[in-house]
């Protein structure tokens, strides 16, 4: 038998045994989408692992790297498409972007995000003997890569499913989120080798679990208190509504009331506004600002806010050095 002959026989193989791929796009669609009610006020952290592992299952069978990276595509789509849909807010209700509009946009975004989990698959795919370590490895480092690429969208990591589940975020203080993301991934894709009875890969979750739920009970004291005095803090929230806060005639009134409930709190070690709180470029609230850099420092206190900058073409750099302020 020839090697073009063993060849196709193989493809052949490979594609009699997959699932129709409209099934297999649905079902990773879906298996993104409920990862959001793992996540808080939900809470219900065994989806952050029902999830990831039907991706997983999904991409374990032999399949080209176009199939495969569709199917991560999908899978990113879904999780970004129903976790992101917050935005949808943001552009439909206090943009004024018309419905069918805003939705193209959601589902843009969810287009783009989902591109990390695509490159996800196409490179798990291409691994030899495709298993949970390197499934693992490479879901944290996509996780890693939407810290900073593209300036950066860390939202909807696995790891945050599990801040209130000491027995898996004690990793946390040692190191980090991505660990906690790595053995929960880890745990998913065990758990569908063990269904397709290969248990060597769910020792080593268990061992690291042991580990985790170790640190949780013998609690470790990580930080320790100074013997400082304790600072006072004020945060002061304006409670702007987002439909008039950026309206020329409203601009003064909404300093007025952050002044006037800052007015008691001058004093404390710090105090706090939220970014943008001052609805105006620096250049067009310096009098403003002045006037709250004078009540700071005539208090000793430290002003913190926000604020949104605009830097002039052909004028000379902007400098900004005043002591207790600082530009988000």
């Known amino acids: 038998m020839s090697l073009s002959t063993i060849n196709l026989q193989k493809r052949l193989s490979t594609h009699s045994n997959q699932l129709p791929l409209w099934f297999t796009l649905v079902a990773a669609w ?13 809470g219900f952290w065994p989806l952050a692992i029902v999830s990831p592992a039907i991706l997983y299952a999904l991409l374990v069978p ?10 991560g595509e999908a899978y990113g789509m879904g999780l970004w498409c129903v976790g992101g849909f917050w935005l949808y807010t943001a552009i439909h209700d206090y943009s004024d972007t018309p419905t069918w ?16 989990h695509g490159f996800l698959a196409l490179v798990f795919n291409r691994m030899v003997g495709k298993q949970p370590f390197s499934f693992a490895a490479l879901w944290v480092l996509q996780e890693w890569l939407k810290t900073w690429l593209f300036t950066g969208f860390p939202w909807l990591f696995v790891g945050y499913a599990f801040t209130e589940e000491y027995w898996l975020s004690s990793l946390a203080p040692v190191a980090g989120v991505f660990a906690v993301s790595f053995v ?25 679990l042991a580990i985790s739920t170790s640190l949780w009970l ?4 990580w930080t320790k208190p100074k013997g400082t005095p304790d600072l006072s803090v004020s945060l002061i929230q304006g409670n702007i509504s987002q439909d008039i806060k950026w309206l020329t005639q409203y601009q003064v009134e909404t300093l007025k009331i952050y002044a006037k409930l800052t ?7 710090v105090v706090v506004w ?4 001052i609805p ?39 400098r900004i050095s005043i002591p207790h302020f600082t530009i988000a």
């Not at 032999?62 to 199917?71: D, E, L, T, V």
């Not at 569908?192 to 268990?206: G, H, I, N, P, Q």
């Not at 007015?263 to 070690?269: A, L, M, N, Y």
């Not at 620096?282 to 605009?310: K, P, Y």
């Open 30 to 42: 879906l298996a993104g989408a409920i990862f959001l009610f793992a996540l808080a006020p939900y």
């Open 62 to 71: 032999n399949m080209s790297g176009r199939r495969a990276f569709i199917i």
């Open 101 to 116: 509009l805003a939705l193209i946009m959601i589902a843009l975004m969810g287009l783009g995000m989902g591109l990390f």
């Open 184 to 208: 929960a991934i880890l745990l998913a894709a065990s758990l569908v080798e063990l269904l397709l009875r290969r248990s060597s890969y769910a020792a080593v979750s268990l061992l690291l």
């Open 218 to 221: 013998v609690n470790p004291q």
């Open 263 to 269: 007015r008691t709190e001058w004093g404390r070690d």
């Open 274 to 277: 939220p970014e943008s709180s």
């Open 280 to 318: 105006m470029f620096q250049d067009e609230a310096a009098g403003f600002i002045s006037e709250m850099i004078e009540m700071a420092n005539a208090t000793n206190t430290t002003w913190i806010t926000g604020i949104l900058i605009r830097i002039k073409r052909h004028s000379m750099p902007v």
